[in-house]
């Protein structure tokens, strides 16, 4: 598992949109996965899960539930780009809000992208996330145009 994570993480478009998901070695994926693995289900840890193709028995990407402050949560979500423009990632969050925000008493949860990210724009979208705001906003650590969505 460390080492297909550590090379879906290292596509172009996680390296631009989402560069603290990227992994430049299977042994910083294997710590990352460990680490992860011993807080699940914890209220104060992310919670990550693997997408995994069924006829290929393969690992193509992840979605999670990560805690923002407040009581706040958001998702996330990463398909290799290998797997990309196939409905995956819309499948994962379609299937994984319900479980995890009935797991965690959540009724609502929030999706935070870069404006210029249309694939992720999407896919919230197609999964009934509502756009509240978009502008400037502190985005992994620089200000950047952003979008923040609410799906409840």
């Known amino acids: 598992m460390a080492q297909s994570v550590?090379?879906?993480?290292?596509?172009?478009?996680?390296?631009?949109f989402q560069p603290?998901?990227?992994?430049?070695?299977?042994e910083d994926a294997l710590e990352t996965i460990q680490y992860l693995s011993a807080n699940y289900g914890n209220p104060e840890?992310?919670?990550?899960?693997?997408?995994?193709l069924k006829d290929k028995d393969?690992?193509?990407?992840?979605?999670?539930?990560?805690?923002?402050?407040?009581?706040?949560?958001?998702?996330?979500?990463?398909?290799?780009?290998?797997?990309?423009?196939r409905g995956y990632a819309?499948?994962?969050?379609?299937?994984?809000?319900?479980?995890?925000?009935?797991?965690?008493?959540?009724d609502h949860v929030m999706g935070i992208c870069a404006?210029?990210?249309a694939a992720s724009r999407a896919v919230m979208e197609k999964c009934g996330f509502v756009k509240e705001?978009?502008?400037?906003?502190?985005y992994h650590g620089e200000l950047r145009q952003t979008c923040r969505y609410r799906f409840t």
């Not at 193509?60 to 990463?78: N, Q």
């Not at 819309?90 to 959540?106: D, N, T, Y």
């Open 6 to 16: 550590h090379k879906l993480s290292l596509d172009e478009n996680n390296r631009r």
């Open 20 to 26: 603290d998901e990227v992994f430049e070695t299977a």
């Open 45 to 52: 840890a992310p919670q990550v899960y693997p997408v995994i």
């Open 58 to 85: 393969c690992n193509i990407g992840h979605v999670e539930l990560v805690p923002i402050g407040e009581g706040e949560w958001e998702i996330g979500y990463h398909i290799g780009e290998s797997f990309t423009r």
């Open 90 to 106: 819309s499948e994962a969050v379609k299937a994984f809000l319900p479980v995890i925000m009935k797991q965690f008493g959540l």
């Open 115 to 117: 404006a210029e990210n």
């Open 133 to 138: 705001y978009e502008g400037e906003a502190m």
